[in-house]
């Protein structure tokens, strides 16, 4: 009976080495990857800590992933060449119906409206490794994805939804595509800049960019998920906004004139929550 007990313990040790050497190798190849990218990119690293953001959200190698609001491209280009040939990224953007509710004019909507079917050729660009990758609006999700995504990842993409959700329920109909593309154990990763709970709920709508962490909780529960962890990986306490103070007077757009250019610098970027949250 000793052997046997030995042996199993011997089979649990070795397996428990295997998937720590397994982290190791994927947190070394994730590594790798930031450190590759331009300087301009790196630049930001120390603010919004894209290694241990990707792995507190557990995105490993292989992986389908989809990232809400690509922009620019910065974390995409970490995840296309993290992921690898064999896996899949989605860029998913607002439904076409939100551009509109924020005033532009005609031909600074069709420039993002373009930005969805253009997702593929950005991916092309960062990375020749063959990653699939395709384009599509929360509300746009194609048949083949529904039930098919690992991580869904909304990193800075929850505010506007908010902010908009009385006229147009776009922040609901949103979660609910997150909902149905995901796996059934799949997870989202949530990175938003943090308002203070002590702030108004009309200031903390969304349009100055900030929103309450429990605000965010309860707009995920409220859509079928379950927080599994919070993280302050992305904090930052010197960020205090004001009632009336938008995130944008912050690196790196630094619009605004609440601080002087030096207190804005002092502060750095947003104080943002990290949050994990379970397709229930």
């Given amino acids: 009976m000793n052997k046997l007990y030995t042996a199993i313990a011997t089979s649990l040790l070795l397996l428990c080495s295997s998937a720590l050497v397994s982290a190791d190798t994927h947190n070394a190849q994730l590594q790798a990857v930031i450190d590759s990218r331009s300087e301009e990119d790196r630049s930001r690293d120390a603010a919004r800590h894209p290694g241990e953001t990707l792995a507190f959200f ?29 896996g899949t990224l989605y860029g998913v953007n607002y439904a076409e119906r939100m551009w509109p509710m924020f005033g532009w004019d005609d031909e600074l909507v069709a420039s993002r409206v373009a930005l969805t079917a253009q997702f593929p050729q950005m991916v092309a660009s960062l990375t020749d490794n063959g990653i699939k990758a395709q384009g599509f609006t929360f509300e746009s999700v194609p048949e083949d994805v529904v039930g098919t995504v690992d991580r869904v990842l909304l990193i800075r993409a929850l505010h506007n939804l908010n902010r908009f959700e009385k006229d147009g329920a776009t922040a609901s109909k949103a979660l609910q595509s997150v909902h149905e593309m ?28 900030y929103l309450k962490q429990s605000a965010v909780i309860a707009l995920f529960e409220k859509a079928g998920f379950e927080l599994v962890q919070s993280s302050e990986i992305n904090a930052n306490p010197k960020d205090m906004p004001g009632e009336d103070a938008i995130v944008w007077r912050l690196a790196p757009t630094l619009r605004g004139t609440q601080e002087t250019a030096t207190e804005r610098a002092a502060i750095g970027e947003s104080d943002r929550m990290t949050l994990l949250f379970r397709k229930q």
Avoid: C, F
Wanted: charged letters at 20%.
């Fill in 58 to 86: 557990q995105v490993k190698p292989g992986m389908t992933v989809a990232e809400g609001l690509p922009g620019r491209g910065w974390y995409t280009t970490i995840l296309a060449n993290y992921l690898g040939s064999e």
């Fill in 182 to 209: 995901l796996k059934p154990d799949g997870l989202v990763g949530v990175v938003q800049h943090r308002a203070p709970e002590s702030a108004s709920d009309a200031s903390a709508s969304g349009h100055r960019g």
